[in-house]
């Protein structure tokens, strides 16, 4: 078993801030390999942000993120339980964060159930008659077809999104740590864009 030292759990402890003695478990239950330490309390955290996923999130802050010299902007409002979370820097640092990422990677809406029955149908058919021009075959056209869509839902919808600042993980994974982090429910509720020029 390896030697699992203060540094090293305040290395975990810095990346994931989750707290010293579940840093300090997760690098014995991974013999001190940090990476798969992370992975662990990524999981922990996911199943502690699903207990608190029940639970009403009626604060929260509103953010206004202004870029590129006033040509770009975004209105967002993130929900949490308690005005307590809502005024710490982490909860604050998040909201910042997901602004900007909305800024930078202009999607469609918060979830994919949110998108419109009538432009997931012109998708559809758009893609299907896509790979049907491409002379693909009939019975494989339709699992082409799914893929695309997925792809569609990881480029348009924000929590399916890979984040700006770290790709190998989703905005929802992003949110779920936070979760952890901050011990409370959190949703990211609406947002807005506005571009000089666009409709």
Do not use: W
């Not at 990346?15 to 478990?25: F, L, S």
């Not at 990476?35 to 502690?48: M, P």
């Not at 893929?147 to 999104?161: D, N, P, T």
């Amino acid at each position: 078993m390896a030697n699992i030292t203060a540094a090293m759990v305040k290395e975990l402890r810095d990346k994931t801030g989750a707290g010293m003695m579940d840093c300090k478990k997760a690098l014995q239950e991974n013999d001190g390999d940090v990476e798969k330490a992370i992975d662990f309390l990524r999981k922990k955290g996911i199943a502690k942000a699903e207990k608190k996923a029940s639970r009403a999130a009626n604060d929260g802050l509103v953010e206004a993120y202004i870029h590129m010299g006033g040509k770009l902007g975004v209105l967002l409002e993130i929900n949490c339980e308690t005005d307590f979370v809502a005024k710490t820097d982490d909860f604050k640092s998040f909201v910042r964060d997901i602004a900007m990422h909305v800024a930078a990677s202009d999607p469609m809406t918060v979830s994919r159930e949110e998108i419109s029955e009538d432009i997931l149908k012109r998708e559809r058919e758009i893609f299907t008659a896509s790979a049907l021009d491409s002379g693909k075959p009939e019975h494989i056209v339709e699992k082409i077809v799914d893929g695309r869509m997925e792809k569609f839902f990881s480029e348009r919808v924000l929590l399916e999104q890979p984040y700006i600042r770290d790709d190998k993980k989703t905005i929802k994974d992003y949110l779920t740590e936070t979760i952890g982090k901050l011990g409370e429910n959190i949703t990211i509720r609406r947002f807005v864009r506005f571009k000089i020029g666009d409709e």
